[in-house]
């Protein structure tokens, strides 16, 4: 049994003042908490109306953690469209300091929760330890961006702070993508560097504009040329793969 008090507590967890405050989010569905319960992530509470999908994955001294729930139950903890069978809340991570070598993905207020997600799942997927982001930009703990990750949130280091500063002490070469930039299938990127990526909107700032080093643009090929922009999180997916052919 879930209690009333139970619900409003995680409930509240989908507001960040109140993540931040408990230093407590939560994950949804069996996939995502399996992988969050395989990592260094401490658990807090798991609610489930399957135990046993989890038997794999809680260590002895988590099972006292562990919360048979119905999926009425469920339905008052979700976050998201569908309910799922598995509702978790987990410690933050303890902040870490910016590592600067190797490649760096920075995220200059990208607001959607889904792009932010996809984005996690790139640096993944791509091998990038640390994503950057602006102070704007929409927290990762977001029960929608914690969702979209598929568990990659373990394994990509994620940091908010000021980029302006952050920039404008960075040795590594700053590429930012623009529509009059370098066509990035031609452009000579290297092994180590920093790639900022804008705002669904608006693009790359003014402000951070001005510290990148290196301009690229991902060419338009369609016949009209009629098609404004690319989705933050295609582009990404685009320039880390350019980035990656060595």
Partial sequence: MVSKNTIKRITSLGQKKYRQREGVFVAEGIKVVNELLLSSLELVELHTEDVSAFAKALSPQDQSKVNEATPAELKKLTFLKTAQKAVATFKMPKAIAIDRSGLTVV?????????????????????IKQLVCSK??????NPKVVQATMGSL????????????????EDRPVFGTFMDGENIYAASL????????GNEANGISTSIE???????AIPRFGITQATESLNVATAT??????????
Avoid: H
């Fill in 210 to 216: 001005e510290l990148v080093t290196k301009r690229i």
């Fill in 237 to 246: 997916a685009i320039c880390l793969s350019e980035f990656k052919r060595g």
């Fill in 107 to 127: 995220l200059d207020d990208v607001r959607d929760p889904g792009n932010l997600g996809t984005i996690i799942r790139l640096c993944d997927w791509f091998g």
């Fill in 154 to 169: 373990t394994r990509v280091a994620i940091i908010y702070t000021d980029i302006d500063t952050y920039l404008s002490n």
């Fill in 136 to 141: 704007a930009t929409v927290d990762c703990y």
């Fill in 190 to 197: 290297p092994q180590e560097g920093v790639i900022v990526m």
